[in-house]
């Protein structure tokens, strides 16, 4: 069965304080593994998406990066309005293809 | 960018009550659009993928009588919550998908209440 876990469940950082997020993940044939941000109250907003083995992609304070069994979100320096849930999720064959979620973890960045 | 509009963002309606959610692609065509549903601190549990013309397919444990979807263009999809219930409370989000890597983009979510 296709699972994805996501580490910490919550996390709190003082302003400039870097950390990582974690992803581990159990799929038969992964096709892509995406990271987004969600604010309270709203829809999930696309951060990365990542392919293969080694790979690696950044974007401002934040960097993805991806092995055969988990996946890395690294926060450098963070603000308070990096504060936000980040969600994991995989592209599984299903129905032809969706995102399975990870529960999130939940980052509070504090000046 | 891509854009998906969600509406309403929030409804609140009587037990027993019908609500039509609406999401539409606004800058491109979307072959396929997903429903997912979140609940208080949980993660994105899709419901059903539905494909512009046929019928949803729809994730075991939901009911596909009492979640009603309807992907008539290549730019709008609804799901009709009908004879919604005070469970059936939560925070629905739909998606539409473009392929590549930018695959999925997300409505901004309707917050249903049945009181």
């Known amino acids: 069965e296709d699972q994805v876990t996501q580490s910490p469940e919550a996390l709190r950082l003082q302003e400039g304080e870097s950390s990582s997020l974690n992803c581990s993940y159990t799929?038969?044939?992964?096709?892509?593994l995406f990271w987004y941000r969600q604010d309270p109250g709203k829809g999930p907003e696309f951060l990365f998406t990542l392919y293969s083995a080694g790979e690696e992609k950044e974007k401002e304070r934040l960097k993805a990066t991806l092995t055969k069994k988990e996946s890395f979100l690294h926060i450098t320096a963070p603000k308070p309005e990096d504060s936000a849930t980040y969600l994991c999720?995989?592209?599984?064959?299903?129905?032809?293809?969706?995102?399975?979620f990870g529960k999130g973890t939940s980052l509070l960045v504090t000046p | 960018g891509a854009v998906v509009s969600q509406h309403p963002s929030r409804v609140i309606c009587k037990s027993g009550t019908s609500v039509k959610i609406e999401c539409r692609s606004l800058d491109f065509q979307a072959t396929t659009m997903f429903w997912y549903r979140q609940f208080p601190k949980q993660s994105l549990m899709l419901m059903a993928t539905s494909n512009e013309g046929s019928k949803a397919t729809y994730e075991q444990g939901v009911e596909k009588d009492k979640f009603l979807i309807n992907h008539a263009s290549l730019t709008l999809s609804t799901l009709t919550v009908t004879s919604a219930h005070p469970e059936d409370s939560s925070f629905y989000i739909c998606?539409?998908?473009?392929?590549?890597?930018?695959?999925?983009?997300f409505g901004s979510g309707t917050r249903l209440t049945v009181v």
């Open positions: 799929v038969s044939g992964l096709r892509g």
């Open positions: 999720a995989v592209e599984v064959a299903h129905s032809g293809y969706a995102l399975n």
């Open positions: 998606s539409a998908s473009q392929g590549g890597a930018r695959g999925y983009t």
